[in-house]
């Protein structure tokens, strides 16, 4: 039996490890892999390196935070090339002014203090909320994450999600089986802004995931896989 392809999308500063429990999990319905978002410094850059990973034919497509943005942009650039769509913890717009002046000083920080303090300190406490004091095996993982990817790959990430595109535009557009999923408890991509997105694809399955802030891949690992296996098995209409 041939599985069907699927590519799963790293957020900001994340690797295939963010990723993990669903990588394990999903490997005997699934051609599961990882995109590697280390090069491009635009969004349609990173885009165009998912596109060029799918390579011929077509596959399932599962994006987390950043990496939900960048499963967007591809399915406004290559809709054909995507059966099913999943997008966790995500956002569709562009940065507001106030968010962009922050990437700004963001890229600062990563110079003054460096990437482990200001994920330590900065990103951790705002991905994890009130899980970041009982689960710092998890804010180790992200400061590992963010370490071995380093400076560069931090700044030309920052870059890309300064600068982007409003896709709010494509969310009407998509024709494919599309999950929308989010943690009860994410301070950085609202229950309320995922609902939203929800409404404006027609036919997409909203998951909120309880107990649960902006890593619910792997705070609740379990249910992240299970809402996953569903969506998969959803026919496409490709």
Known sequence: ???????????LMCDARVWGPQLDALQTIANASVVDLSAPDTLTGQARAVIEQIGEGSCALAG?????IVALEVMRLAPERITH???WDSNVGADPPDKRKQRYVQLAQATEIGLEAMTRNDFAPYYLGDLAASRPDLTDLLVQM??????EVFRRQIIALR???DNWPVLPTIRVPTLIGCGEDDQVCPVERSRIMAERVEGAELVVIPDSAHLPTLEQPEIVTAALVGWLQR???I
Do not use: C, I, Q
Not at 1 to 11: E, F, K, N, Y
Not at 64 to 68: N, V
Not at 146 to 151: M, V
């Open 85 to 87: 769509l999943a997008l």
């Open 64 to 68: 987390f935070s950043m990496g939900g």
């Open 146 to 151: 963010a370490l071995d990817l380093g400076p």
């Open 1 to 11: 039996m041939t599985h069907p392809r699927l590519l799963l999308v790293p957020g």
């Open 163 to 165: 600068d982007r595109h």
């Open 235 to 237: 026919e496409s209409e």
